[in-house]
């Protein structure tokens, strides 16, 4: 572990890695468990009381059926809100958060590029966002038969655990590719914020106003969420653009990181 | 043959802060060579320069003959750097940060971090958060050495290390020299590098106002004396002596400014009976203002 940044970068925050890892596995699975308190004709009456306009803000669809369940709660709102935060804590404190404090200038005074440390650094993330996704999905698996989730199969949970650890990978890639351009933490956390709030609202109010359906379509939420990877499993293309808006993340952050100078 | 750093003309601006105003360097091999200059002066920013942490706004800074950004980390591998302000994750211990520098640096054998560890009587099992100040400075002196680099680049290497130590890491110096290692080493006090150092360049206002081989800079150091003796002595004895000025006599003690050789004063005094004698450190403001006066005009670079 201690061999290389990219190591060095996991064995560090191995505590805090692992106490993100077991919380946001803890919270998706305890929505799950609740699907069978929602799953009955008072429930289903209550909900349907809502205006429909707001259970659209707030993403709920079909929010009786088990993949409409856990796509409107575990994977629609929770998970997703999670990440985002996971993903502003380790990508804000890859380049921005060493640079605040003073750190970056050691390492960048050994024989190691600017480049390399980007590089290395977002593959943290990247292993830190897939052990989140393949314990959730594990978590789930294991609570899907008693919480009356079942229908939805083992694929399919595992479909969507991996593109919301992609979904993860793409904030985490904009939180360090925004630092590393920046240098600054609370640019990174504005940023995150501003990307997170928009694209959720996009993406579930986009489509029920005139003109503003395309807003679904660029929000990462709407990638993500958009082809229903609980019913239809593992989209592929939907993943790749995920996987591909994260490079190009990284890769514009790292440019300017190459070319600007370290702050003291 | 390759001069271990060279600087031309360099300047670097931070808006309308000027940071360095054309500034030159240049530091032989194998010598030791004291960066000396108050605070704020420009010694970190032209270090930062020389490790291409920061990019200079014009004029050229070069480490072996190479630009520090294309000589990138082929170029680094050869240089050992202790920042000013040596600041690491505080929850890994000694050991684990040494261990991981050395692996970036390509491996360092455990047992020569032990050695030095040792030699500053630094504790490598206790976490660096739980270190004294002093403490977590050896770690980053030993992160300097540790590898044998051809060029060690010392921004403030001593600050937060006790007289004891602070002699050690002298030793430290001194062998790197021995070896044909280069030291460029910054300071904003002159006893901090006299010992050790070959060279001494003086920075003020981000530009190098003097180069001057160490002896002849303590020459010309101008230092506080102040001779407590046992009765009361003439004033004239003392105020046409070379090299002193604002002698003062105040009932049995004598003070004045003493520039160069301390001979004259000195067997001069002896003609008295001397309780104490107190010669204070030059500092660098004193040696600024040596620098300064009139017939110096001529010698600054």
Known sequence: MLRSVFGKTLWDQRRSLLAWLVGITAIGVFYAAFYPVINNAEMRAAIEAYPEGFLDAIGFTDVTSPAGYLGSTTFGLLGPALMIVFAAAIGGSAIAGDEESGRLDLLLAHPVSRWSVVVQRFAAIVVAMAAVGLVLALGLVVISGPADLGSIGTASLFAASIQLALFGTLFGALALGVGAATGRRSAVYATVAIVGVAGFFGNNLGPSIEGLGWLADVSPFGIYLGGEPLKNGLQIVDSAALAVVSLVLVAAGGFVFNRRDVAV | MTIPIKAEALTKSYGRRRGLTGLDLDVHEGEVYGFLGPNGAGKTTTIRILLDL??????????????????????????????????????????????????????????????????????????????????????????????????LILDEPTSGLDPIIQQRFLELVAEARTARQTVFMSSHVLSEVQQSADRVGIIRGGTVVAVEAIDSLRERAVRRVEIQFDEPVPLETFSGLAGLEDVAVDGNVLRCRLTGRADDLVKAAAGFGVTTLKVEEPDLEELFFAYYRGDEVGHVA
Do not use: C, W
Request: hydrophobic content about 35%; proline content about 7%.
């Open chain 2, 54 to 151: 920061i990019r200079p706004t014009s004029g050229r800074a070069q480490l072996f003959e190479q630009a520090p950004r294309s000589g990138g980390p082929a170029l680094r591998r050869r240089v050992g750097y202790l920042p000013g302000d040596f600041t690491v994750l505080g929850g890994q211990t000694g050991r684990e940060l040494l261990i991981h520098l050395g692996h970036l640096r390509g491996g360092v054998p455990p047992a020569r971090i032990d050695a030095l560890a040792d030699r500053l009587d630094l504790d490598l099992s206790t976490r660096i958060g739980k270190l004294s100040k002093g403490n977590r400075q050896k770690v980053g002196v030993v992160q300097a050495f540790m590898h044998e680099p051809e060029l």
